[in-house]
């Protein structure tokens, strides 16, 4: 299974962009997805998770300003980044928990990052 990010770049102060993560392979379900970042000298953090029931979780520096969304369909999952701040510049990356349908084993996987950057 691969994760394929896209949809960052560079944004003024207070706008916005959308992430998309889409998930590829055979034989395989996902479960909960989400969105993690990373900044020049810290930790990966969580941004947004879902799971496969729809129920989700921020952190709570993005809550009202970020919305995620997922289509079980198309395996992919989103992320509605508004109201962008100069502290939401990182990469974020996205994560998924993905069950092999052959060998019922559940893996997690991760995208590849893509850059956002929130400057003026």
């Known amino acids: 299974v691969q994760l394929q990010a896209s949809g960052g770049g560079l944004v003024q102060p207070g706008g916005s962009l959308r992430l998309s993560c889409a998930a590829s392979?055979?034989?395989?379900?996902?479960?909960?997805m989400g969105w993690y970042r990373q900044a020049p000298g810290n930790q990966r953090e969580l941004v947004a998770t879902?799971?496969?029931?729809?129920?989700?979780n921020y952190a709570d520096p993005v809550k009202g300003r970020f919305t995620i969304s997922g289509d079980n369909a198309k395996n992919t999952v989103y992320l509605q980044m508004n109201v962008l701040k100069p502290d939401d510049t990182a990469v974020y990356y996205c994560?998924?928990?993905?069950?092999?349908?052959?060998?019922?084993?559940?893996?997690?996987?991760w995208g590849q990052g893509t850059q956002v950057t929130v400057s003026s």
């Open positions: 392979g055979s034989d395989f379900s996902t479960g909960t």
């Open positions: 994560n998924a928990y993905v069950a092999d349908r052959t060998t019922m084993k559940l893996y997690n996987y």
């Open positions: 879902i799971a496969n029931g729809g129920s989700t």
